[in-house]
């Protein structure tokens, strides 16, 4: 699976859109993108995948570049339950490969 | 609420005992994936089983082992118990069984603190 680089943290005040960031510059033309979400100790929640063309969900939108090296997740009105590490993830979704390689992730402060 | 079920959500015990962790996956999915949680580690995956049979290994030690019921519920097994072994634990279930396996949802995870 490709590596992803991640800010480690980031804030935004609430009711404001948060963008997070992730670079993948060595993705295969293969690999998906994937976003998950940690709230404090729970476990990790599925937000959102893409391959090449944006995708928007009723959690988030994914805009992923054209050259594919890097995407921003977009929270377009962050709340105070939206604060939580967020990870990047690239990986190509074969049951025969299909674990998830979590970084650290980017941690998000939502403040009031 | 994921739908994927662990117990019990905590665990106390002491170094060089036995534990079972138990997870019921998601109505319908036939994966379940096990990752531990711990501070200087961060998630990683331990072994993913599917309808029954292993499917894939990562950094799980010689002392722990898994199996997945024919009623698809899982149960991973820590054994001679190190105080590192203390972290969060959690199961995953995905659908599985096509070629493409996209979103796994995580269970609530068992917390094992080993004193």
């Known amino acids: 699976d490709a590596k992803t680089t991640q800010p480690t943290s980031m804030d935004c005040a609430e009711g404001r859109a948060a963008n997070l960031p992730c670079n993948h510059s060595t993705i295969s033309g293969n690999e998906y993108v994937y976003w998950y979400r940690q709230i404090h100790s729970q476990g990790p929640q599925y937000i959102i995948h893409g391959l090449k063309n944006n995708e928007t969900n009723e959690m988030a939108s994914l805009i992923i570049t054209e050259d594919r090296k890097s995407s921003t997740l977009i929270l377009p009105h962050a709340t105070l339950r939206d604060t939580a590490v967020y990870y990047c993830?690239?990986?190509?979704?074969?049951?025969?490969?299909?674990?998830?390689?979590f970084g650290k992730g980017i941690t998000l402060s939502v403040r009031p | 609420d994921s739908g994927v079920t662990q117990t019990p959500k905590h665990l106390i015990t002491a170094t060089g005992q036995r534990v079972t962790l138990r997870c019921s996956p998601r109505?319908?999915?036939?994966?379940v994936y096990w990752y531990q949680q711990s501070l200087d580690q961060g998630l990683q995956f331990l072994i993913q089983y599917y309808n029954g049979e292993e499917r894939a290994k990562g950094n799980i030690l010689e002392r722990f082992s898994a199996q997945q019921f024919p009623d698809l519920h899982s149960e991973l097994n820590l054994s001679s118990l190190e105080l590192g072994d203390s972290a969060l634990y959690f199961c995953a279930s995905s659908v599985g069984g096509r070629a493409f396996s996209y979103e796994q949802y995580f269970g609530p995870g068992t917390r094992l603190t080993v004193t």
């Open positions: 993830i690239v990986r190509v979704p074969l049951e025969a490969n299909s674990k998830l390689t």
């Open positions: 109505s319908g999915d036939l994966s």
